[in-house]
C-alpha cells in the first residue's frame, strides 16, 4: 500500500496490482485499502489475473498474463466498464490478441531482465519493440502498447520514438532510495 502511495503522491494515473501469494480475503483487503488511496488520487486500479474479484472491490481493470487467454470470453465474463489488459512477448502474441477485439492495450515485453517478474521469455531491446511496431502498422493493429519488464528512465525516449503509447514499471520505482523522485524522472521524460 505505501508503494500505491508514493506512485499517487508523484502523479501515477494507473496502479496494478499482482500479488499470488494471498488468499481472496488478505487480496481484497489489500485491494480495498489500494483502491481508498487510488480513489483519493484519481488513479485507476488494474489487478492481475483475479478475475473473480472484480465485483467485490472498486477495481477498474484486470490485467490477464496469460497470452493464450480467451480474451473475448474474458470479455464477456467481465463486461464493457472495465478496463482489459493483455500480455505479450511476440508479434504473433499481438496478432492472436488483436483478433479478440477484445483488449484495450497490451503490456508487451521485458525491455531486459527483470527480477520483478522472472520470465524465460526473449528480451526484446529497443530493436524489438520497432520491429513490432513496425509490423503493428503494417498490419493495421491499433491497440496501444505499453512496454514492460526492466525499463529504466534512460530507455523513455528510446521506447517513444519506437513508437510505444506507454511504459509500466515496477523495480525502477519501486526499489529506488526516493520512489517518488524515481516517478518523476520518469514523468518528465514522457512526451
Not at 68 to 89: H, M, P, V, Y
Not at 101 to 122: F, Q
Request: hydrophobic share 40%; charged share 20%.
Amino acid at each position: 500500500m505505501l508503494q500505491a502511495q508514493l506512485a499517487c503522491e508523484a502523479g501515477a494515473k494507473w496502479i496494478q496490482y499482482r500479488c499470488f501469494s494471498k488468499g481472496d480475503d488478505e487480496l481484497l483487503e489489500d485491494i480495498n485499502n489500494i483502491s481508498a488511496i487510488c480513489d483519493d488520487w484519481g488513479a485507476t486500479l488494474l489487478v492481475t489475473d483475479h478475475i473473480r474479484l472484480l465485483n467485490l472491490a472498486d477495481i477498474q481493470g484486470v490485467h490477464i498474463e496469460d497470452m493464450q487467454a480467451d480474451f473475448l470470453q474474458i470479455r464477456e465474463l467481465i463486461g464493457l466498464d472495465k478496463t482489459l489488459g493483455a500480455s505479450a512477448n511476440t508479434i504473433d502474441d499481438i496478432r492472436r490478441i488483436a483478433k479478440s477485439h477484445a483488449v484495450d492495450y497490451i503490456g508487451c515485453g521485458p525491455l531486459r531482465a527483470t527480477s520483478t517478474k522472472p520470465n524465460n521469455y526473449p528480451l526484446l531491446g529497443i530493436g524489438g519493440y520497432e520491429e513490432i511496431i513496425t509490423a503493428m502498422k503494417s498490419e493495421g493493429i491499433d491497440i496501444p502498447l505499453i512496454a514492460v519488464g526492466g525499463v529504466l528512465a534512460t530507455d523513455v525516449s528510446q521506447l517513444e520514438e519506437a513508437g510505444v503509447y506507454g511504459i509500466a514499471v515496477s523495480a525502477a520505482v519501486n526499489l529506488s532510495h526516493d520512489p517518488g523522485k524515481a516517478y518523476k524522472e520518469f514523468y518528465n521524460k514522457l512526451h
